[in-house]
């Protein structure tokens, strides 16, 4: 029987034990320890190999099956069918409201909010002055079919609309609308920025991903009637997770 080296220390803080058991099995796939058609230990033989329950390993099976690693039936057990997370996020759009549509079709869970001054990313990212004051809420974003993790992300807003913020991620539905609900002003003008870069560590502890992954920046920065930037959502995607698809259509 194969197996691969676990002990209770590997535990966090952050992530409960099916969560950290379910990361070393994923890195055992992915090393191919267990490659893809083989078939993984029972879930007696994992709790004890792990020295967690059942009911924990059980979980920790799930968790891989829900993201496309395993396939789990029964008289024939746990058989390995992928090495790389199967869940993408597939977004299609060709005009503001399938843009807006887009963005508002996940479910959003506020982690922190802080008081920012703009440094020189920031000036360049949000189209404003160095120093100026901005309320940052981070954020991850959670798919609203399967509730999985899609994307770390941090919205930006001016500090006039601060009665918005405790409202972010109450219920599905847009940022936008709440401003301008509260405060009357209206979007106008989006911006969208889309990037590539590596998944920083605490992003991918956060997403269950690989850290120092490839992955998608995806910057939308939503303007007024004077082009001034009124708030700006920062989404950060491991590389499988998302794919967007545009047509263009031709004037003729």
Known sequence: MTRISTHRG???ARNPRY??????????IEAETYPIGSQLPTEAELSLQFAVSRFTARSALSYLQERGYLSRKPKVGTVVIAKA??????????????????????LVRPS??????????LCNDLQCGEKEPWIRVSAYRISSKT????SWTEYYLRPEFRSVVPKIGLK???VYAL???AHGESITQIAQDIGACLLPKAMA?????????????????FCGEDNRTLYAVISVYPGDRFRYVQKLRREL
């Not at 005009?95 to 996940?106: E, G, H, K, M, Q």
């Not at 922190?112 to 990313?121: C, N």
């Not at 509730?147 to 899609?150: C, N, V």
């Open 10 to 12: 590997a535990k966090t």
């Open 179 to 181: 401003i301008e609900k």
């Open 205 to 221: 502890d956060i997403l269950d991903a690989p850290a120092g992954s490839p992955a998608l920046r995806v910057l939308h920065r």
């Open 19 to 28: 969560l950290e058991m379910a990361r070393q099995l994923r890195e055992a």
């Open 147 to 150: 509730k999985l993790p899609i």
């Open 112 to 121: 922190q909010t802080e008081d920012v001054l703009s440094d020189s990313v």
């Open 172 to 174: 599905p539905g847009p």
């Open 85 to 106: 997370n199967r869940l993408k996020y597939n977004v299609s759009g060709g005009s503001i409201p399938d843009l807006l549509r887009f963005i508002d079709a996940t």
